[in-house]
Nanobody, 118 residues
């Protein structure tokens, strides 16, 4: 089992930026992939960004070109740089690990709240 601690959220104006961090309690180097999810009120949790062990990344269409996921294996930390934020980006953001091509871990952290509002 691994624990994730997300941080870096807050209140930001539209067009602003935030950098989220996800610290894992164990090494993330060997994981198939790490991802950032978000869940807005009344909506299902959705995957917004993923970084594979190889370093390849992919993004949801709604954040492509604005968000960047990265990882620091030495620090067991995954980051999400969010630029040009929009009100529709408001959500609780979570990180998690992908176990294989179809499965994700059930080890969710507490998340970090991102609110985009003027």
């Amino acid at each position: 089992q691994v624990q994730f601690v997300e941080s870096g959220g807050g209140l930001v104006q539209p067009g602003g930026s935030l950098r989220l961090s996800c610290a894992a309690s164990r090494s993330i180097f060997s994981y198939y992939a790490m991802g950032w999810y978000r869940q807005a009120p009344g909506k299902q949790r959705e995957l917004v960004a993923r970084i594979f062990r190889s370093g390849i990344t992919n993004y949801a269409d709604s954040v492509k070109g604005r968000f960047t996921i990265s990882r620091d294996n030495a620090k067991n930390t995954v980051y999400l740089q969010m630029n040009s934020l929009k009100p529709e980006d408001t959500a609780v953001y979570y990180c998690n690990r992908q176990i294989d091509t179809t499965s994700w871990s059930s080890d969710w952290g507490q998340g970090t709240q991102v609110t985009v509002s003027s």
